[in-house]
């Protein structure tokens, strides 16, 4: 239909669409998730540090199926991550607004509950999109994913530029990126959503019916392994900045961005691995890179915590990019969207709600006269890595299918 050299055109100003929402996007979750624990900390909210992370892990539980459904059946993903986008910018601003003028700390806690709602389905439903538009996810994703990665260091490195580690002003530029997110889904194709006939029972309507996926044994093993792993992963942001703090590292934004650097030298390697070695051991060789990450932050030494935050990108994309391709490549395309829904549930969800309030029960239990027992605070989180490897290693089979097959859900 198009000469080569059109279509070839065509087909770099698509990857331009899609890594520019990733860029953004990820620096947006950055310029949040990674100054949180400071900020809460410097304006007297470090009470409710527990608390304000797990929103996220309890919006998980409802508004990525929800609104995975919707991309599904209803409305053009585009066009779904666009008005999230939107909701997630203002409610970004009130969080930000109310920590700086020191509200009731339930009403702080509110305000981010509902940027939490209106955040949690952005990564799935932008998922989709890039998946729907690659000729070979096992290639082509993970460098794709890596801009995500790029963007999230960006965002560090400008809040530590902005000297804004303990400020609001973090949360400000947030929703700024959260916009230019916003502007950049007018860029980008609107894909047809499927149109169903029939009547939707409200179970449908809500994205439950998702949970048939479960009744695959190999889907069950995957979907369990990132929850299971995403418990001792929450106790990595809310507590490696204190850890830092304490032993002289300032700029602790910048300092974590360098777990990002790994993590972007392994997505562009994870396609080579996908084509030579089996789900089953990229996902073990993860889940191991965690358990020494949390071994070295046990150490109690700079280096030990910088070797642990550098081994932390290796694992998040052994573990958690490689399950989302496995599910590009073994669920039917009717149901992807709600099935990287669900992949969202069980690990901003189920895991990091458990994580959160988990590790926070942890990190008190390890508490002193001194002050925080970080080695048996880190080894307690390196027991349970271990403990998700070896439930990995026995229950997946995977029986060969890993490669060209499309498993439809029940």
Known sequence: MFPRRVLRTIRRAEYAELVTLFTLQ??????????????????????IKA??????ALAAFVSPLIFGAMADRHASPVKVLRGLAMATAVAMALASAAIGLRWNSWVVLAFIQLHALCSSPTWSISSTIVFARLADA????????????????????????LN????????????????????????????????????????????????????????????????LFAIPLAGYYPYTPPHMLELGMQNTSAWLSLGQVTEVISMFMLGGLLLKLRLKWIV??????????????????????LAGVLLHGCSFTLVFITAQIYIDQRVDVAWRARAQALMALMSSGVGNLIGYLGTGWWFSACAGEMGAKWPL??????AAVAAVWVYFLI??????QERGSLARPV
């Open 164 to 227: 804004a580690d303990a400020s609001v002003l973090s949360g400000f530029v947030g929703a700024v990126m959260w916009l230019a997110v916003c502007g950049s889904t007018y860029f980008l194709p609107v894909l047809v959503t499927p149109q169903s006939a029939e009547q939707l029972s409200l179970r449908q309507r809500l994205g439950l019916d998702a949970l048939a996926l479960l009744k695959d044994r190999d889907h069950r093993v995957v979907f369990i392994t990132v929850g």
């Open 284 to 305: 073990t060789c993860g889940l191991a890179f965690g358990m020494a990450r949390f071994g070295m932050s046990a150490l109690g030494t700079k280096a030990g915590l």
């Open 138 to 161: 096992k290639m082509e994703f993970g460098p794709i994913r890596a801009m995500a990665t790029i963007g999230w260091m960006a965002g560090c490195w400008m809040v530590s530029w």
């Open 26 to 47: 990820g620096a947006a979750l950055g310029m949040w998730f990674v100054p949180l624990s400071n900020v809460l900390d410097a304006h007297g909210l470090n009470h």
């Open 51 to 56: 608390y304000a992370f797990a929103t996220s």
């Open 395 to 400: 229950a997946y089979h995977g029986r060969g």
């Open 377 to 382: 605070f880190w080894l307690g989180l390196t």
